[in-house]
């Protein structure tokens, strides 16, 4: 279905601008996306496209799938006053060079991801493709997974929107595994030389970190070797990353035993099976036990795809010179290239430095260059033409 018509492409810059300030002034922290949901509704209406707000909370505004284009709604939480003001041309910020003092918006979600989710919703109507902003990805990625399980086929190719700057173009993400420890032991004098429950959970996560550290057992990073013989840096990437996330132990509420509890993840590259992972940190537990909330795998496309020749293309024609980029946290894209067997990649405006930061904003002029090349990629796999 090819929903461009003659009235539908009018989506002036000025348009996708106010659409990106909108968003980004109503909250839209995971589980409050419903008022953001709307005003992309109405974005859509007012240019005669059809879309609504499914059941778990995405906005779907499915059209010609030759493409969909699709970012998520949610931000992690965080108040930024949204402002306007020029920007700074040594800014680490500004990615598209502006002597002429461009403007800056700062807000939360500016960067991840209401900017590459406006102008993905402007780049969708511009060229009549598919859309979607998916709910929860900041968390669970609730919105990607259900929109893979409600789909009876894949699109043809996919845009996932996160910020990668104006000239990158995202390949690779590290999947994730993420679990809780729990460990109980009688309650007793502290001077008992035996260990309570806190010291099995932290001895339990220094044998994993060092699993994970170690280079010869097979499962840390890859033992590579430079010309000299000396070992040769792994790209973190190319790692296994180890972090705890929240640690609560104590002594129960009614005094009889000791009990902690950890929440962990880990980041796994795509060299490497979640599974393989998972068993080797459950190989390290003496005492308690874990329990494993999440699995995403990891993802690493080809950059002779469809889809990352047409960005090629588009960015060099927007005289930027394109990058290949590896990124080592992970997004929808990983559950979106688990579920389906079609062409993608991740692209948007913004500074990933700047993710979740107190200090995040985005060039409205970076904006308007994504815009404009979300639009070439959308055209390009409309048309069948990659070059």
């Not at 931000?75 to 003001?85: A, F």
């Not at 932290?202 to 097979?218: H, K, L, M, N, P």
Request: net charge negative; aromatic share 6%; hydrophobic share 40%.
């Amino acid at each position: 279905m090819n929903a461009k018509m003659d009235d539908m492409d009018d989506v002036s810059l000025e348009d996708a601008r106010s659409l990106l300030i909108d968003l980004v002034s109503i909250p839209s922290p995971t589980g409050e996306e419903t008022e953001a949901a709307k005003r992309l509704v109405e974005f859509f209406a007012a240019h005669g496209r059809e879309a609504w707000i499914d059941e778990i909370g995405n906005v779907r505004a499915p059209a010609d799938d030759a493409v969909l284009l699709t970012s998520h709604v949610d931000t992690v939480p965080g108040e930024i006053p949204v402002d306007v003001q020029p920007a700074d041309t040594e800014d680490v910020e500004a990615e598209v060079a502006d002597e002429e003092g461009e403007d800056v918006l700062w807000g939360r979600g500016s960067v991840d991801a209401t900017g590459p989710l406006a102008a993905m919703a402007a780049a969708a109507v511009r060229t009549g493709v598919s859309f979607v902003g998916v709910v929860g990805e900041e968390i669970d990625s609730k919105g990607a997974r259900y929109l893979v399980d409600d789909r009876d086929e894949p699109p043809e190719a996919v845009v996932n929107g996160e910020p990668s700057s104006t000239d990158g173009i995202t390949l690779g993400y590290r999947g994730l595994l993420a679990g809780t420890y729990v460990a109980t032991s009688e309650s007793g004098h502290t001077s008992w030389p035996d260990p309570n429950a806190i010291q099995r959970a932290i001895r339990w996560w220094a044998t994993v970190e060092e699993q994970f550290e170690s280079e010869e057992d097979g499962v840390g990073p890859p033992d590579r070797r430079n010309g000299g013989g000396e070992a040769a840096e792994v790209p973190v990437f190319e790692q296994v990353t180890t972090k705890p996330v929240d640690v609560d132990g104590g002594v129960s509420d009614d005094g009889l035993s000791v009990e902690a509890t950890m929440d962990v993840q880990f980041r796994v590259p795509p060299e490497l099976e979640v599974e393989t992972v998972r068993e080797a940190a459950e190989a390290e537990l003496e005492v308690g036990t874990v329990t494993w909330n999440d699995e995403v795998p990891p993802v690493m496309t080809s950059p002779r795809t469809a889809v990352a020749r047409a960005f090629r293309v588009a960015i060099r024609d927007a005289g930027e010179e394109p990058r290949l980029v590896r990124k080592t946290g992970t997004s929808d894209m990983n559950i979106y290239a688990d579920a389906w067997d079609c062409p993608m990649a991740t692209y948007g405006p913004g500074n990933s430095d700047l993710d979740h930061a107190p200090d995040e904003r985005l060039s409205l002029a970076a904006f308007d260059q994504s815009v404009e090349i979300l639009e070439r990629v959308a055209t390009t796999l409309s048309d069948g033409d990659d070059r």
